[in-house]
């Protein structure tokens, strides 16, 4: 959703397995010059575990 008084977006990724692509995809993020945040829904290896999930965000 783009915030018009900003210039900002945010974004929401859902709907796949991002386990094998995380790097990728905050390559990606990073490279998305007006995104100010954005979301990731849990999906895949790592979604049911929380410790898995904290160990792949803390590597990026």
Not at 24 to 33: C, I
Request: aromatic share 8%.
């Amino acid at each position: 959703m783009k915030s018009h008084s900003t210039g900002w977006t945010s974004i929401l990724t859902e709907g796949g397995d991002l386990t094998r692509h995380m790097a990728h995809f905050y390559r990606a993020v990073g490279k998305m010059r007006h995104v100010r945040t954005f979301a990731i829904l849990l999906n895949g290896d790592f979604s049911g575990d929380i410790g898995q999930t904290k160990a792949l965000l803390d590597r990026h």
